[in-house]
């Protein structure tokens, strides 16, 4: 089964900087889209960043400026650039990815989350 593994979450302090990453495993080819969505205690989830198909980015407003989406060579790793992070940043990170299992044959899988906190 194609599962979505992520890391790179942590305690950081307020204007530091973290990378989370959204890499493939099982039997995937890669990743041709993604969203980064975020939940902040006591909130609703929110969708921070998305990488889309084609290779377009969109921020949310909160981030625009200081979150930057990439992908890595082989193209089974997304990653998300968290730079100047600030208190309102921590939250738990999922990542959202269509990720490509055959031709014509994509899944969305969800990742498991990871836990960033920023300290005042």
């Known amino acids: 089964q194609v599962q979505l593994v992520e890391s790179g979450g942590g305690l950081v302090r307020a204007g530091g900087s973290l990378t989370l990453s959204c890499t493939t495993s099982?039997?995937?080819?890669?990743?041709?889209?993604v969203d980064w969505y975020r939940q902040a205690p006591g909130k609703q989830r929110e969708l921070a960043a998305r990488?889309?198909?084609?290779?377009?980015?969109v921020y949310a407003d909160s981030v625009k400026g200081r979150f930057t989406i990439s992908r890595d060579n082989t193209g089974n790793t997304m990653y998300l650039q968290m730079n100047s992070l600030q208190p309102g940043d921590t939250g738990v990170y999922y990542c959202?990815?269509?990720?490509?299992?055959?031709?014509?044959?994509?899944?969305?899988?969800w990742g498991q989350g990871t836990q960033v906190t920023v300290s005042s």
């Open positions: 959202n990815a269509d990720v490509i299992i055959a031709v014509a044959n994509v899944r969305n899988v």
């Open positions: 099982g039997s995937a080819f890669g990743i041709s889209a």
């Open positions: 990488m889309t198909s084609g290779g377009t980015t």
